[in-house]
């Protein structure tokens, strides 16, 4: 089975250019996540759904970030405008009735 | 408030060498999960255990093991005979079921590097 797919891997851009993360989770899993690594602030969470209803988003940092989730296959995160300081890695992870989470390879980005 | 400390930041081994990777938590409820992440120089998260509060039976995966002891609130992950492929950042987690179980708390990690 695949597991949890994000997309693209590496994006650089620069600041105030708008910004799209891309997510599929693992097939039937019910709940998916969106975590931010920093060096400052270690990994954070940022947002969760639960069958595609966002239930807790106290972590997104500002509204420049959005996320939505469409259909249960499908999620993206949204910065815009993006800033310098918005850099790290950010990884979606999925689960079944809120227990194991999986996680993605992350996606590593840059504002220049 | 909950909180996990990892307080080792680095370490390194020699090859075939046992290390343990220490994890300490705090929570005031009484049901939580305790988890461990690798994360390989690759980047990826990828899971290893996980552990209820009320289940304190050591638990034993290879040449991984995993000691829980409620009465210090740690939750160690001893790894023996240490090769080169377990170089990686190693992420000790927690959730708890009053702030809901779906958020994890991770721990700052600690690097080990496993030298040939």
């Known amino acids: 089975d695949a597991g949890v797919i994000q997309s693209p891997r590496h994006e650089v851009t620069e600041m105030g250019q708008e910004v799209t993360l891309r997510c599929k989770p693992i097939s039937g899993h019910d709940y998916l996540f969106w975590y931010r690594q920093t060096m400052m602030r270690g990994l954070e969470l940022l947002i969760y759904f639960n069958n595609n209803v966002p239930i807790d988003d106290s972590g997104m940092p500002e509204d420049r970030f959005s996320a939505k989730m469409p259909n249960a296959s499908f999620s993206t995160l949204k910065i815009q405008p993006s800033e310098p300081r918005d850099s790290a890695v950010y990884f979606c992870?999925?689960?079944?009735?809120?227990?194991?989470?999986?996680f993605g390879a992350g996606t590593r980005l840059s504002v220049l | 408030a909950q909180k996990v400390t990892q307080a080792q930041t680095e370490i390194s081994v020699v090859e075939k060498e046992d290390v343990t990777l220490d994890c300490v938590y705090e929570t005031r409820d009484t049901t939580y999960y305790l988890f461990w992440y690798k994360q390989p120089p690759s980047g990826e998260l990828v899971f290893l255990i996980r552990r209820n509060s009320f289940d304190e039976q050591n638990e034993i995966s290879g040449r991984y093991s995993w000691n829980f002891q409620k009465s210090t609130s740690s939750f160690n992950f001893t790894i023996t005979a240490s090769q080169v492929v377990d170089s990686a950042v190693y992420f000790c987690a927690l959730s708890e079921a009053q702030t809901g179980a779906n958020n994890l708390f991770f721990g700052t990690g600690t690097r080990l590097t496993v030298i040939p």
């Open positions: 992870a999925s689960s079944l009735e809120g227990n194991i989470q999986y």
